[in-house]
């Protein structure tokens, strides 16, 4: 489950700034910008018991190899767009989409059907099955461009973890190829 920083402080019962701290310290897991609560209460369990988690910090993404902030994320985003060929058979269709929705930590899966995509991010629950599956997944990565254009917006000094094929994958396709 994911949670905004708000929420999770509502539901530990601090406040916003002791949630920032405990980002500040390592003791919370993030997935994007919202609070993995499954994967920091295994830390805190961890932490607890003297243990160490099998996944903690950066190994719970190890593909995440570049860190910045989240302003310059979104530089890089746009920095790509038109620069990669729109994909073309389904499985890479898929591939870019479930990287572009991994890299803002939100959950995607595809419907039977094989043409509609499910998209949530813990707090809003999308199906978009309107279209062909990449017309499909050219509307989910433009919302997921949104969503990220809006974080580096309201945080753009944010400092987080990147990956290069996710930021790949939210890049607007060239077409024209």
């Known amino acids: 489950m994911l ?18 701290e405990w ?7 993030l997935a994007g910008r919202k609070i993995d609560v499954e994967a920091t209460e295994l ?11 099998s996944k903690t ?22 920095a790509g767009d038109r620069k990669h060929p729109a994909p073309t058979a389904p499985e890479e269709i ?8 991994d890299e803002l930590g939100v959950s995607a899966s595809f419907l039977d059907d094989g043409q509609g ?6 707090d809003l629950e999308c199906y978009i099955q309107q279209y062909d599956l990449l017309q499909n997944a050219e509307l989910a990565i433009d919302m997921l461009r949104r969503y990220a ?4 917006d309201e945080a753009p000094d944010d400092i987080d973890d990147w990956s290069p094929e996710g930021i790949k994958a ?6 024209s190829r």
């Open 149 to 152: 254009c809006l974080a580096a």
């Open 23 to 29: 980002i500040e310290k390592g003791e919370i897991a």
């Open 43 to 53: 830390l805190q369990r961890a932490a607890a018991s003297g243990e160490v988690p």
């Open 3 to 20: 949670m905004s920083k708000a929420e999770y402080a509502r539901h530990c019962g601090v406040s916003r700034q002791t949630v920032y």
């Open 117 to 122: 995509i499910y998209l949530n991010d813990g």
């Open 170 to 175: 939210l890049s607007i396709w060239d077409k």
């Open 94 to 101: 898929q591939q870019r989409v479930l990287q572009a929705a």
């Open 57 to 78: 910090g950066s190994d719970l993404w190890p593909h995440r190899t570049l860190e910045m902030t989240w302003g310059e994320f979104w530089k890089a985003v746009k």
